[in-house]
């Protein structure tokens, strides 16, 4: 799946935006000053994605990537 059919796919299922999850990781207290706190690692991000939105590994891979600034909303 491209990088783009993973966030249709997460907008269809949660309704959200990836700069929705940026503030949602920012009230979570994972971002700060707009960049990805350097404690923070993948697990903790598909852990809270699978509790709070029941999203899968590469779906919350997806969202981390974008948190972590490896991909953006236009990457392919």
Do not use: N
């Amino acid at each position: 799946m491209s990088f783009q059919g993973y966030l249709k796919s997460i907008k269809a299922k949660t309704g959200k935006e990836p700069q929705d999850f940026r503030q949602l990781a920012k009230e979570k207290g994972f971002i700060t000053e707009g960049v990805l706190k350097t404690d923070v690692k993948a697990g903790d991000i598909t852990k809270w994605l699978a509790e709070d939105f029941s999203l899968g590994h590469g779906h919350a891979m997806a969202i981390y990537a974008l948190l972590k600034g490896l991909k953006d909303e236009h990457s392919e």
